[in-house]
């Protein structure tokens, strides 16, 4: 492995660390299970009110994920 490719990975691995720490202070109900870094940094997530595992690989997934639970929730209320 390149030294760049290597440096490039420790930052995002380090990046979805606190990204994964965010996530549990933000969202008491989302449980970071695991941070994985191949074939690229991701979270593996349960989500504690629904009952599933989810995998979040950016914050555009989380803010998604998020955006659409609250939606069903609304439409099931």
């Known amino acids: 492995m390149s030294e760049q490719h290597h440096s490039i990975s420790s930052s995002s691995l380090s990046a979805m660390q606190v990204?994964?720490?965010?996530?549990?202070?933000?969202?008491p109900h989302l449980?970071?299970?695991?941070?994985?870094?191949?074939p690229r940094p991701f979270l593996l997530v349960r989500d504690t009110l629904h009952g599933i595992v989810v995998a979040f690989s950016s914050e555009a997934d989380y803010l998604t994920?998020?955006?659409?639970?609250?939606?069903?929730?609304?439409?099931?209320?």
């Open 19 to 27: 990204f994964a720490l965010r996530i549990e202070v933000q969202t």
């Open 31 to 38: 449980r970071v299970l695991k941070v994985l870094e191949s």
């Open 65 to 77: 994920y998020r955006h659409t639970v609250r939606q069903e929730g609304e439409h099931h209320a």
